[in-house]
Structures are given as C-alpha cells and as structure tokens.
C-alpha cells in the first residue's frame, strides 16, 4: 500500500507539473500571438515608408530644389519683360497717335 500512496503522489506531482507547463505554454502562445500583430504592424509600416520613399523619388524627378530656384528666377525675369513690353507698346502707341496727329494736322493746313 506503501508503495501506491507513493505512486500516487508521484502521479499526483507529474500532473501539477503538467498543468503548470500547459499554462507556461498557453502564455507564451499568447504572447506569441501578440508579437506576431506587432510584426505584422512594423511590416505594415515598412511598406508604407517605402512607399513614401518611392513618392520623394518620384517627386524629386519631376522638380527639384534647384529646378525650383531657376523657375523663380526664369519668372522674375518674365515679368520684368511683360512690364518693359507693356511700357513700350503704350510708348509706341503714343509715338503713332502723335504722328497721326501730325499728319491730320498738315493735311487740315494744307
């Protein structure tokens, strides 16, 4: 009888053990779990800064800081023009009314 109380304690031990690695194994399950969504979510954000990287790309070929300077200046200088085209227009414009008013003049003296 001696000898099954003591296999039974053993019996009654192995099952604690038992029990107590089930729940060590359910708690790293959960844990793996959770590290599995933070991987999923710095895999997500990986891929949302390659696409950002990708956009700088593309947005550094189609115009870039320098390109932008030389645009300015390019429009300064346009305007600059306008405003000399527009004052020579209104110059030469007056140069034709004031011939024409010569010219209405001698033909009224004449």
Known sequence: MGENNGNRDLQQHLLEEIRGLKTKIDTLSEKLGDTNIEISKVATLKHTINDIKEWKVGIEQVVNAGD???????IEKLKAHRIQMITIGSLVGFIITLINMGIAFYAATN
């Open 68 to 74: 932008l300077h030389v645009m300015k200046e390019d």
